[in-house]
């Protein structure tokens, strides 16, 4: 979710779980998904899910456009289960997914009465918490048809001597990540802000402290980095600001 840790909000939805489903185990994945990024949101999705065993349950509320028209989805897809809105959290599973129902507002399984700011407690967490307990999906949604909203991550493009991609995000630690797959040919970097070309390292301590490198990720993907610092505040680098990585 992006909904922090401040409020009650992660709090009360596993309140909920945990009153359907007493013997659920909840595992966060994120909370500090910056307000509103649906694409951000996708991505962690994307790159965790298989690391769950079959039969789990994912619940994902980045959900701008709460209390609107767009559809709660449940999507059934390599033996897990997602349960969220219709906006493109989900939009890896879509296409070869088994089984996609729209989520039911009226099934007595949600918790009346429905907050027109709060899907996460009152509609997506009910219905996560029912399906790990055993209730059937079409007890919970009616079959339902495309279209369906899909985001695209960007992808990056055949380049003189490399790839040119961009920055998809940073993560906590300051990185950034990039949509460039990582090559080990890679030789060297280069960011459009940046008077300087940044060395490849295959790992942070590959330079001193405090200086830049690329490195390969955890995720695969080529990330900007800075040792023992914090390459977003320490290179002023921003989402969507384009990346060269040339090959040898």
Known sequence: TDFGLQDEYVGAMKGIILSISPEATIVDISHMIEPGDILHAQFLLQTSWR????????????????GTQRRGLIVRYMEHVFVGPDNGVFSFALDDAEEIREIDYT??????????????????????????????????????????TKLSIPKPRPAENGWEGE???????????????????????EVETLPNTIQVGKCYASVPPGTPLALPGSRGLLEISVNQGNARITLNL???????????
Not at 55 to 64: A, E, N, S, Y
Not at 117 to 140: E, K, M, Q, Y
Not at 167 to 189: H, Q, S, Y
């Open 51 to 66: 690391f769950y065993p079959p039969g789990t349950v994912h619940i994902c509320v980045v959900d701008p456009g709460v």
């Open 107 to 148: 099934s007595q399984h949600l918790l009346h009465p429905i907050s027109s700011t709060f899907h996460g407690r009152d509609v997506f967490a009910p219905v996560g918490a029912h399906i790990a307990s055993g209730t059937p999906l079409n007890g919970l949604g009616i079959p339902c048809a495309p279209p369906f």
């Open 167 to 189: 920055i998809l995000f940073f993560d906590r630690f300051g990185n950034a990540v990039t949509n460039i797959e990582w090559d080990e040919r890679f030789e060297k970097v």
């Open 238 to 248: 921003k989402k969507g600001h384009k990346v060269l990585a040339r090959i040898k």
